[in-house]
């Protein structure tokens, strides 16, 4: 790392100890840009660094709610307003019970480059809970997404901060906190939440929109060495929005998905996983992926282990940070590995991603390559502003064009600084150059 660089990210790391996410995510950015720095003294000048990696506010609040034996559960919520120099702060709310400030604020800090990427006007933010929705009845998520949005709707606003899903919130969830922000405001303020029902103000392809955009964004890498996902070997990682999506997404593309897993174990299909028993199973009966296996033949069950033990042509990690380490990215490389496409947020670690790299394997960071899910929030928003809603086909449209369009730039930014197909680098220093020219142009705000 440069040393400026890294003089700025001792002191980022000291004032934010235990962050070890965060840490993490800031330590990525920074490896990347050290020539945009040569360049444009400017951004050391205007300390665009040090001002990026201090969110512009930080909310944490209790959450009390009472369960369905009517005892009193108290979780802790998180609001982290990270970046508004392009736009109000966006970005999705996790409730998963590993939530604390420091996965937030990697979240918050990652959406900030990938909401610039977008070329939409949004800023960068992210939120959630320690709350485990995990076995919890219809009625007890309501009244926890109730007591969430008591708190929260006081910071959130068509043009202040503008929350969505992630892990553990979809749209039964975003309906409980809609309904409780309306009620709250007396506001029928369409715009400040994405992820809508469609019957209300929501827009088609938002729930599709991250898992089919991170397979475009990986076809656009394939196509750069002539290939595509006709006839790959595809392994997905989770089986909740983005995994089921990108599974269908791969498939539609000529690709056989042949495994994915939950936090429990994985599954194994030849002959290509059966999406809509898929989705029946999670969407429908909220159930676990176990219970694929008793409703299809010749599918293994592999209870605990790795879905990265099995071989691939394409990984598409789309579960969570972290979930590929460096000996599984070897496994994977020796055994045919082609491409990654990072559907979840910093699901490769360091050591993994280096091990991509230094295969030359078509690696997709997931601030590019799962941008299509913010980005059709954002197409949301823009619906929402003009009172209008648009047809599947528009939409989808819309996503196609905006990945191929991150995609393009992230390559023409690696070119650019002398490292053709380093999309990590394309990536940071896209999503960076944006927002600091902002952020300068704004005065030390
Ligand atoms: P869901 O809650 O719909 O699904 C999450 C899936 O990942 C589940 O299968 C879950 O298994 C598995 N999973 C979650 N945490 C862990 C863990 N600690 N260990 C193993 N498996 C785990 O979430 P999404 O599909 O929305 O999100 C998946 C990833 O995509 C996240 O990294 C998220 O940040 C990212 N992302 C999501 C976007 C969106 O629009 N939803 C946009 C961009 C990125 P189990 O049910 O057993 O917990
Ligand atoms: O990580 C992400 O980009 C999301 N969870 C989606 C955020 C959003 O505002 O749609």
Redesign the pocket.
Known sequence: MDARLEAIRDTVLARNPGEAEFHQAVTEVFESLGPVHDRHPEFLEGAVLERLCEPERQIIFRVPWADDSGRFQINRGFRVEFNSALGPF???LRFHPSVNLGIVKF?GFE?IF?NALTGMPIGGGKGGSDFDPRGRSDAEIMRFCQAFMTELYRHIGEYTD?????IGVGGREIGYLFGQYKRITNRYESGVL??KGISWGGSLVRPEA?GFGTVIFAEEMLKTRGLSFDGQRVVVSGSGNVAINAIAKAQALGATVVACSDSSGYIVDEAGIDVDLLRQIKEVERGRLKEYQARRSAVDYVDGGSVWDVDATVALPCATQNEIDGDAAARLVRNGLLAVGEGA?MPSTPDAVAVFQDARILFGPGKAA??G??AT?ALEMQQNASRDSWSFAHTEERLTEIMVGIHDRCAATADEYGDPGNYVLGANIGGFVKVADAMLAQGLI
């Open positions: 966006k970005g999705g979240l959406q990938k503008v929350p969505a899903g992630d994405t992820g991250t947020n799962n941008a899910g913010v929030s």
